[in-house]
């Protein structure tokens, strides 16, 4: 079928008793804005790649990793100590762990998809991950200084300990929640405004600066500031680390905000009553898709990975007043739609959850491991005996063991690159697990310092991992699907989803793996008398994955 713009120029769709899947694709222009706009002169509308982006924007874009993931070395060298030393009951231990990503694996679907849709004019992401940050930033506050604040509120010793369990734990809880929450955003936001291409390099850039964060809030722990003048200037070792710590996610956080500009939706669209459209909206919902009413829609936007499903109808309209798809988004539905998600992203996110619960068993209890085990500590003995300095010092070296992992980290991301070609994203996949699963092993089964230290580096291996290969194999997955829609050869069940919620659906993992952590770690280690038992918990988990992944990957 042909039809004509008004200045006579042709403009070509599929057949009548076809669905238009694909168009022709014409020239795009810059708005006056220098945003992405369709050309309306030659065409209703063309498939729009986003422009190239510099290695600074990237840098920049990625720098918000370098903030969370410093932050996050902070809370996972010093949760620990920071419990015990307020005083925490060892039952109420894992309780820790259980509250956040309960409301995570709750919330995060939701979230992820509403991100999809968001109607701010500053983008569909960045309002997300600046709310997020500011929490990251209120738990941070709670977390390092509670027991400093409710010293100085409360006079009555035996509500001081109470109070101070109460806001170091609200802390720790919404620290987690936010940190972990923020990266299916963040990752939205790169996929939404960059091509195929950048898209891997911008991830590339996040693993590097993931690990030179870890490496530098590790360094941070891993000093003895209570001594220095900074610590007798500001008080105490905690207030000068939550000093580097909210300088450095302030700086960053704001550094990634303006980085790449967004299109907010509303923008997305072109109103030009002269070649509006009626556009009829399919009414299968498959994955990641909400239940939608029959409405019209008579812009034309972008192409987008978290764009609606495509149109099985175009006919001529006359003047239409703006209008927007209305989303029904209830927990029911998403989850519904995460349950009929296709098998290949049902495996990712198996693996994604094998992966997460063992690195979380090491990483949480790590420095604990290096003061008790290797070093024969005892965190519950008094703070002036021996037994308790003993076990500071395991958790000081533990902290260098970390930033070992850190580096490593950054490391493994530029060999990534170098392995890629001759073994492709399964093989590292399945690299990364291996490694980890071997390394965590042998720390287990020989806990000195030397060992110890040595085998760090291949946390770092699982880190970098974990960071990239499966939002690769994400936006590889969207990738065939955007060639399959093109040709009209398309799965109407892959119709409609959003690019956030299938990262939302990734970040799920992380919180469903924190609370089998907390749930179930906190027993093991009850049962068999030793937190030996979490270093072999994690190998055994991380060699399942690699199994998992050689078979239905």
Not at 408 to 414: N, V
Request: glycine residues 10%.
């Amino acid at each position: 079928m042909t039809l004509l713009t008004e200045d006579q120029q042709p403009c070509r769709f599929s057949a009548p008793d076809s669905p238009v899947t694909s168009m022709e694709h014409y020239p795009t222009d810059l708005g006056p804005n220098g945003d992405y706009v369709d050309t309306m002169k030659p065409a209703v509308f063309g498939a729009v790649e986003p422009p190239k982006r510099s290695r600074g924007r990237l840098i920049m874009h990625g720098m918000v990793m370098f903030g969370r993931e410093f932050c996050y070395a902070v809370e996972a060298a010093f949760v620990t100590p920071v419990l015990l030393s307020v005083g925490l009951p060892k039952h109420l231990y894992s309780l820790v762990w259980l509250i956040s990503p309960i409301l995570g694996f709750i919330l995060q679907p939701v979230i992820g998809s509403a991100s999809d849709y968001c109607r701010s004019p500053w983008g569909r992401r960045r309002p997300y991950i600046l709310l997020l940050g500011i929490m990251m930033l209120v738990g941070l506050t709670l977390f390092l200084n509670g027991d400093a604040v409710t010293s100085a509120a409360v006079q009555d010793r035996d509500l001081k300990s109470t109070w101070a369990i109460v806001v170091v734990m609200f802390g720790v809880v919404m620290f987690d929640f936010a940190a972990d929450f923020i990266d299916g955003p963040i990752k939205a936001y790169l996929f939404d405004v960059c091509s195929h291409r950048d898209k891997e390099r911008g991830l590339h850039y996040h693993a590097l600066l993931t690990g030179l964060g870890g490496a530098f809030g590790y360094l941070i722990g891993a000093m003895d500031w209570g001594h220095s003048a900074l610590g007798v200037v500001l008080g105490s070792e905690y207030q000068v680390i939550y000093f580097f710590s909210s300088l450095t996610w302030g700086v960053f956080l704001t550094i990634h905000l303006f980085s790449i500009p967004e299109i907010p939706l509303s923008k997305d669209h072109r109103s030009d009553s002269s070649n509006s459209l009626l556009m009829e909206i399919p009414q299968n919902n498959g994955y990641g898709a909400v239940p939608k009413e029959p409405l019209l829609l008579p812009e034309m936007r972008q192409r987008s990975f978290s764009a609606l499903s495509e149109a099985n109808a175009v006919t001529p309209s006359a003047k239409q007043p703006n209008s927007e798809v209305q989303k029904r988004m209830t927990l029911k539905s998403l989850l519904s739609a995460m349950i009929s998600m296709p098998s290949h992203y049902r495996y990712l996110c198996m693996s994604h959850l094998l992966g997460w619960t063992a690195f979380l068993c090491n990483m949480l209890f790590f420095t604990d491991f290096m003061g008790q085990i290797v070093y024969r500590g005892n965190p519950y003995a008094e703070h002036n005996s021996t037994s308790y300095v003993i076990y500071e010092r395991g958790v000081e070296v533990g902290c260098w063991g970390l930033c070992i992992n850190a580096v490593s980290s950054a490391l493994y991301s530029y060999v990534q690159r170098l392995l890629l070609p001759y073994i492709g994203l399964k093989g590292l996949y399945f690299l990364g697990y291996f490694m980890f699963g071997l390394g965590t092993g042998l720390i287990g089964l020989f806990p000195n310092i030397v060992a110890t230290l040595t085998l760090c580096s291949v946390f770092g291996v699982m880190s970098s991992t974990l960071y990239t290969i499966p939002f690769n194999l994400i936006s590889e997955y969207h990738k065939e699907e955007e060639e399959r829609r093109k040709l009209g050869s398309e799965d109407p069940a892959l119709g409609g989803r959003g690019i956030g919620m299938d990262c939302a659906a990734l970040t799920c993992m992380v919180q469903l793996a924190q609370v089998i952590v907390g749930a179930g770690l906190g027993a093991l280690v009850n049962l068999a008398g030793s937190v030996i038992v979490v270093v072999l918990s994690a190998s055994t988990v991380s060699l399942i994955g690699c199994l998992f992944i050689a078979i239905f990957m």
